[in-house]
């Protein structure tokens, strides 16, 4: 089987006992599908590093989350310290972003301060899981601090999975004034707005030059019903296959973007060659 080289650009990594049961409950769903061990591989840096390069992914792109889900443990020092515990064979693997939760930080700018010494490419935040307005003055600072110092900023759009979170503030209208205030800030759209704002995150994909949006939690199969026009800007989508959850075999996900109306082209963008322009990895 043809095995196309990827970066996966949503991976989520952590001590699986230390979720929150509802969290737990639901990536407990999809075990007995799944071709890996999900406890071992979750908190282990070398270990997922191997499954994950055996599955064809050259480098994966790791996510703090700092919330009620998580029970507030993964940390930017936590993904920090998950990705500097990978052994010399998978040194460069892991892509680390930190994440930054307004309700639990007082001090922003210093923990900004602090984030970057751990040599971050980014952050992600979560204004719908974590219940959080993401325009106020303080925040467009930090975004204004991102865009200056060249980071990467994504947001997880659409619909919440958590049962404490807000729908709104998943809509990728309500990210338009960071796009339009910072236009050299890369910003990524988690889950492209799914279920409920696939066009609004289109849209803002199509009109802002460094707006892009990930395929995390969707399904191969369904990608052009959410999305009926990637094909025409592919160059804007980059591969999240949001492991471990949703996924069964994470090589055979990769595969089936192959057979689902996509030009090769456009496929081999979005597996790789778009998060390597983005990364700089070029």
């Known amino acids: 089987m043809y095995i196309p080289k990827t970066i996966d650009f949503h991976v989520h990594v952590g001590d699986f006992r230390r979720l929150r049961s509802d969290i737990q409950a639901l990536l407990e769903r999809m075990r007995p599908e799944q071709d890996f061990d999900l406890e071992s591989l979750f908190s282990s840096a070398n270990e997922l590093a191997r499954y994950l390069k055996e599955q064809g992914v050259v480098k994966a792109v790791i996510l703090g989350e700092e919330g009620p889900g998580t029970n507030f443990h993964i940390t930017t020092d936590f993904v920090c310290d998950f990705r ?15 994440n930054l939760n307004p309700n639990c930080t007082p001090d922003i700018p210093g923990k900004y301060a602090s984030d ?5 490419h980014g952050y992600k935040l979560y204004p719908a899981d974590h219940n959080f307005f993401p325009i106020t003055k303080e925040l467009m600072e930090f975004y204004k601090a991102l865009e200056r110092d060249g ?3 994504m947001f997880h759009t659409g619909s919440t999975g958590q049962e404490d979170g807000v729908d709104e503030y998943g809509d990728p209208d309500l990210f338009r004034p960071i796009l339009e205030e910072c236009p050299d800030l890369t910003v990524v759209f988690a889950h492209a707005g799914k279920p409920i704002y696939c066009k609004q995150a289109a849209d803002c994909a199509m009109r802002y030059p460094n707006c892009y949006l990930d395929t995390a939690f969707i399904s191969p199969q ?7 026009d ?13 492991w471990p959850a949703g996924v069964r075999s994470l090589s055979g996900h990769i595969q089936d973007f192959y057979s689902i109306g996509l030009t090769r082209g456009a496929v081999d ?11 700089k990895l070029d």
């Open 84 to 98: 500097d515990a990978a052994s010399e064979e998978f040194r460069d693997f892991f892509v680390a972003f930190g």
């Open 116 to 120: 970057r010494k751990r040599g971050i």
């Open 151 to 153: 980071l990467i900023l």
């Open 222 to 228: 369904k990608l052009l019903h959410f999305l009926p």
């Open 230 to 242: 990637l094909e025409k800007f592919s160059d804007k989508v980059l591969f999240g296959s949001d």
């Open 269 to 279: 963008r979005v597996l790789f060659s778009n998060a390597s322009r983005v990364l």
